[in-house]
């Protein structure tokens, strides 16, 4: 199994371009995340999504939109990039289980100048 | 407030020692999850220990233990016989609300541990 995959792993971006982050789990898992992380920081929510059509947001979903048409893949869009979004981006899935933890991909570096 | 609190920017332990990482955490919730996670130098998110608020015992996993207090609400990590691979950032995060839920995590500031030879 793969687990959980993101591409690109680095980016850069100019002011007011657009880009989607793509990401993709092969574990069956409902429940799949956004975060982000500054540096020197822990990492924060953007969005989440408990199955295929239904996603929420979490704590910093500004400038951010996402969708879920399939359970495996849960792509975040950047409409228009703002040097505040420079940041190491993570997917993540999680089962329904309460121990289950949060798996992890690997991150996108996103440099917006 | 925060609601997970790590007080220790950086620190520097000699290997082969044991070494415990502060956490502690703010919740009204009754129902929680604690987790530990691991961040190289290459920058993935590694899992290492899970403590449910309902856990009567402290959680084990190999080298790391997580010293719950809940009256205290904190929830240290403890590594024994710490090794130069230990050297990383170290992340406490919390779930809230019922297990099953799809809440994400809280994370602390992280702490950035040294093990020096």
């Known amino acids: 199994n793969a687990g959980v995959t993101q591409t690109p792993k680095f980016r850069i971006l100019k002011i007011g371009q657009s880009m989607t982050l793509q990401c993709t789990q092969d574990?069956?898992?409902?429940?799949m995340y956004w975060y982000r992380q500054d540096p020197g920081m822990g990492l924060k929510l953007i969005y989440y999504s408990v199955g295929a059509g239904i996603t929420d947001k979490g704590e910093v979903p500004n400038g951010y939109n996402v969708s879920r048409s399939t359970t495996e893949d849960f792509p975040l869009r950047l409409e228009l990039a703002a040097p505040s979004q420079t940041s190491v981006y993570f997917c993540?899935?999680?089962?329904?289980?309460?121990?289950?933890?949060?798996?992890f991909g690997p991150g996108t570096r996103l440099t917006v100048l | 407030a925060q609601k997970i609190t790590q007080t220790q920017p950086g620190m520097f332990v000699q290997e082969k020692e044991a070494v415990t990482l502060d956490c502690t955490y703010d919740t009204s919730d009754q129902s929680y999850g604690l987790f530990w996670y691991k961040q190289p130098s290459s920058g993935e998110m590694i899992f290492l220990i899970y403590?449910?608020?309902?856990?009567?015992q402290n959680a084990t996993e190999g080298r790391y233990s997580l010293n719950f207090q809940k009256a205290r609400k904190s929830a240290n990590l403890v590594i024994s016989a710490s090794q130069l691979g230990d050297s990383a950032m170290y992340f406490c995060a919390m779930r809230e609300g019922l297990g099953g839920g799809a809440d994400g995590l809280t994370f602390g500031k992280g702490t950035h541990l040294i093990i020096q030879p």
């Open positions: 574990m069956n898992h409902n429940y």
């Open positions: 993540a899935s999680r089962g329904h289980k309460e121990a289950d933890t949060q798996y």
């Open positions: 403590q449910g608020s309902y856990d009567e």
